[in-house]
């Protein structure tokens, strides 16, 4: 009997099965099918909560951020290493509510280990059986640094773990999302580049998402390894409803500044309305204001000959009407500074 081959398996390039569509998104625009990758960001900049209602989103089919569609939904398995079971459930549980969602019926599975150490042989296999026997559509794993004890900066550890995530995607078809912290007081011109840890990190995903702070705003910008990004667009945490709190998208990034700012020139002028003259350490308390966007506004105003500086603070110049206070509806939009 021949011994067993130990050669690798070998295809020539015209003979690998064609696709008559290939099926290129997960999350149209926003993740690859089979992508593994990262969603990268500073603390408090709502990571997780991108991550959730990504998870949510294709457990479901329902759009992601009310705006990218789904072209292929299916179970989700999840592991949070920092946030509380009750937690995750009051998140989803918001999320779903604000979409018209039963809690119950939702195809999303939470890990419930206290850890998970991906660098260790035990809970590798552990995570295999457990994707084996749920066969999830995604993966989210949040945060990368909780789940190993190796050295980020070292290439050599940080491309073994890597390498096993890539296993994962390719023996189970299945798209991978890790969350990870960017670099304290980062500034590089890419966004990848201030991922903390090796550079490996940024050269491993397929699909990336990044969230950063402008000023007050919360801007993410997504880029693919065989697709054109999408344009970046700003993101709110809608809290209106506080069973509801949820994320959305508030316009493009080439628009959404000169939107906004509008609409803070417009509730400076309301907040003016008929008055004499009003401060402007009241104009800030009654707007929820930062004092330097505040300033900003006011000096816009003052150049565009709208509204006059005077004894008592700020005043409407009288040839200029003060537009009508907007009725509330449930597409205002907060322009209140975010919490970090």
Known sequence: MDPPSTSLPVVRVGEIPREEAPR???????WGRSAVGLIGGA????????????????????????????LECGPVLVYLAEDALEVIRERVAGMARQRRLVLETI???????????????????????????????????????????????????????????????????????????????????????????????????DSNLYLRRTRDRLLLVMEHRAASPPDPVYLELVTRDEDAVHLEVLGKERDGPERRERELEERVLEALGRKTAITRGDLREKLGMKNERLGEVLDRLQAAGR??????????????????????????????????
């Open 24 to 30: 290129r998104w997960l999350i149209e625009g926003l």
């Open 43 to 70: 603390a408090k900049s709502f990571k997780s909560w991108l991550a959730l209602d990504m998870a949510l989103s294709v457990a479901t089919g329902t759009p992601a951020l009310g705006t990218f569609k789904v």
């Open 107 to 205: 195809d999303l599975h939470v890990i419930t280990a206290s850890r998970l150490r991906l660098d260790t042989a035990r809970d590798r296999a552990r995570l295999l059986e457990t994707v084996s026997r749920i066969r999830p559509r995604l993966l989210l794993l949040d945060p990368l640094v909780r789940l190993h004890s190796i050295d980020e900066n070292d290439a050599r550890e940080i491309a073994e773990l890597l390498s096993f995530i890539r296993e994962l995607e390719r023996r189970f078809d299945l798209a991978v999302i890790l969350v990870h912290h960017t670099r304290k007081n980062s500034s590089g011109p890419q966004a990848g580049q201030n991922l903390r840890g090796s550079s490996d990190l940024h050269a491993f995903g």
């Open 307 to 340: 509204i006059e500086r005077c004894r008592g603070g700020w005043r409407p110049r009288a040839a200029f009407p003060i537009p009508p206070p907007r009725e509330g509806n449930g597409n205002d939009v907060n322009l209140s500074p975010s919490g970090p």
